[in-house]
């Protein structure tokens, strides 16, 4: 009885919310104590609440009682890759390689690599695309309108997709058949970061589409007036082109030779 009492103290001091066990014979931690790890969270609260084995929650004994895997942490593979909603679904417990496979995983057909890659760019499954581009997949694969996988990465600002595309040699100004390049898609959308990843990676920031449109001016056609009530981001990206506009201008000045005129 000393000792139970002791450890009750003990809890309270140091403010972790106890019961007693059904018998009234012990006492368990509530698992609103316990740190769930990377990859899991908290089950929803409960009536009566979720109880640890002791006194203090053991992350290693009360996991499964107490926290819920994320989706976004497991191991799609295969013709599949973590649903959009993955970081908001959640297994019971540990994910089941088998069991939970169809709730975090979205399948595609059985598409030969090329098409997987642009499938994988398109939902941002970075994992995938590491995958495919290890395999030496071609990233120059075209799907509709002449798009490749880096145009689908930059639409929806998959900028870690990007990166992995570019480091599998993705060619950077590589164009649609309306000469739209990744620039141009991703500054139309306002992605800024991927955007930055592109112009670091060495993207013309002036390349121009068969109607003669800069990325700079996309965004600004679509970021509207310039007193325009809501602030779209396309206005701050629009200006980042400009700087690299200008930049790249002086860079190329800089390099052509000197005219007979000018000697």
């Known amino acids: 009885m000393l000792t139970q009492t002791l450890v009750r103290l003990l809890a309270i001091a140091s403010g972790v919310r106890c019961l007693s066990d059904a018998a009234g014979t012990g006492?368990?931690?509530v698992c609103d104590n316990i740190t769930c790890p990377?990859?899991?969270?908290?089950?929803?609260?409960?009536?009566?609440?979720r109880l640890?084995?002791?006194s203090i929650c053991d992350v290693g004994v009360d996991l499964e009682t107490c926290c819920?895997?994320?989706?976004?942490?497991?191991?799609?593979?295969?013709?599949?890759?973590?649903k959009l909603n993955s970081s908001d679904t959640r297994c019971i417990g540990s994910c089941d390689p088998f069991i939970d496979r169809k709730a975090c995983c979205i399948y595609f057909a059985?598409?030969?690599?090329?098409?997987?890659?642009?499938?994988?760019?398109?939902?941002?499954?970075?994992?995938?695309?590491d995958r495919l581009v290890a395999m030496n997949v071609d990233p120059s694969e075209r799907g509709g309108s002449g798009s490749t996988a880096l145009h689908y990465g930059a639409l929806h600002g998959h900028t870690e997709s990007v990166g992995r595309l570019l480091d599998g040699r993705a060619a950077v100004d590589s164009a649609d058949e309306r000469?739209?390049?990744?620039?141009?898609?991703?500054?139309?959308r306002g992605h800024m970061q991927t955007v930055e990843l592109l112009l670091a990676r060495k993207a013309t920031p002036d390349a121009r589409t068969t109607d003669g449109l800069t990325a700079r001016d996309i965004?600004?056609?679509?970021?509207?007036?310039?007193?325009?009530?809501?602030?779209?981001?396309?206005?701050?990206?629009?200006?980042?082109l400009a700087r690299h506009e200008r930049a790249y201008t002086d860079a190329m000045a800089a390099a052509r030779p000197a005219s007979s005129a000018e000697l």
Not at 68 to 82: E, H, T
Not at 219 to 240: C, K
């Open 27 to 29: 006492i368990q931690a």
């Open 38 to 49: 990377d990859g899991f969270a908290l089950k929803a609260s409960s009536t009566p609440p």
């Open 52 to 54: 640890c084995l002791d």
């Open 68 to 82: 819920d895997q994320l989706c976004s942490s497991f191991n799609c593979s295969g013709n599949s890759a973590p």
């Open 110 to 129: 059985a598409l030969h690599e090329g098409q997987q890659l642009l499938r994988s760019a398109m939902a941002g499954a970075a994992q995938q695309v």
């Open 179 to 188: 000469g739209w390049t990744a620039l141009h898609v991703a500054a139309g």
């Open 219 to 240: 965004a600004l056609e679509v970021a509207g007036p310039v007193h325009s009530v809501r602030v779209r981001p396309q206005a701050a990206v629009a200006v980042l």
